[in-house]
Each structure stands twice: as C-alpha cells, then as structure tokens.
C-alpha cells in the first residue's frame, strides 16, 4: 500500500517532465520557425518579372544552387502553401488529421494524470506516440495521406526547380553581360 503513493507521484513527476520536454520542444519549434520567417526574402524580389532562361547547362547549375540558397525560406513557405492546399481540397484527409490530432492530445492528457489501462495492459507516457500511431495511421491511409504527400513532394520539387532555375542570381541581375564576337 504504501507504493501506490509513491507510483502516483512518480506518475506526476514524470507527466510533469513530459509536459516539460513538449514545452520545450514547442519553444525550440518556435524560435526555428521565428528564424525562417526573419530570413525570407521580400515577396516582390522573389516573384520578379526578371525570370529568363540560363544560357547554358552550366548557368543554370549555378543559378539553383545559388537560389536554392537564397530563398530557402521562401521554398519552405511555398511548400506549406501546397500543403495547406491539399488538406484543404481533400476533405476526407482533414477529417483524418483532425481526428488524429485530437486523439493524440487527448491520450497525452489522459496519460499525465494517469496510465491508460487497455486489455490489462498499461500504457504509459512513453507509450504515447505508440497509441497515436495505432490511431492516426490507419485514418491516414484510408485518406489517402501518402498519395496527397508524395503530391506535395512532387509539385514543390517542380516548382522550385523551375523557380530556381529561372531566377537569375544577383551577379548576373547587377553584372554587365558583355558577349565578344569575333572579329572577321
């Protein structure tokens, strides 16, 4: 009897730490995301009328490692638009994430209070993700998640290549570009 006390208070502590390593985590994603937003180029610079074809094989390799660079935070923000795009457009995929969300916040709340007791087998808060994977993956498949990501995938790839590639770099946008011919 006098462990029961001692399990209970451990539970706590250790929902408790839990709740402590989320925080944390969810600082540390704020503080990433807080660092994207302030390298993000300005919108007008990165949708410019400037585009033009690389004269050769070579220019265009460098303009998309260069632009790759240059407007990383700006890629990451079109690839969450393309998201958000396709969860909107795909009801069934919404309902599916929502549900699993919930779901995973709610075994979370459950779990820091108490262990989730199921066919005499007790799950802990290291049992978490587990619980929420057992729920979410079989509503995700049945959306279709993996076709919708590998659209995401597919059309940011495009995208950005094709943003990358037409986008001249800020040497050529502010260089002169004098071409010799041979004399005859």
């Known amino acids: 009897m006098a ?12 929902g408790s730490t839990g709740t402590e390593a989320y925080m944390s985590r969810f ?3 704020k503080e990433w995301i807080a ?3 302030e390298t993000v180029r300005p919108w007008g610079e990165f949708i410019s009328n400037k585009a033009s074809r690389p004269k050769n094989v070579a220019t265009g390799i460098v303009r998309l490692k260069t632009n790759l660079i240059r407007f990383q ?3 990451l923000f079109v690839c ?3 998201a958000v795009y396709c969860v909107i457009t795909s009801p069934l995929l919404l309902i599916a994430l929502a549900i699993s969300a919930v779901a995973h916040h709610y075994i979370g709340i459950r779990l820091a209070t108490q262990p989730i007791r199921i066919l005499g087998r007790d799950f802990t808060a290291s049992d978490h993700a587990m ?3 057992i729920i979410a ?5 049945l959306s279709s ?3 919708a990501s590998l659209w995401i995938v597919g059309a940011s790839v495009v995208l950005i290549s094709l943003h990358a590639l037409a986008m001249p770099t800020e040497d050529e946008s502010t260089g002169f570009d004098l071409e010799m011919d041979d004399a005859v």
């Open 80 to 82: 969450l638009a393309l």
């Open 27 to 29: 600082q540390s994603t």
């Open 131 to 133: 619980l929420s994977a």
């Open 145 to 147: 998640a993996g076709s």
């Open 3 to 14: 462990e029961e006390p001692d399990a209970e208070k451990g539970m706590a502590a250790q």
């Open 137 to 141: 993956l079989p509503l995700l498949f």
């Open 73 to 75: 935070s700006n890629y």
């Open 35 to 37: 660092q994207r937003r």
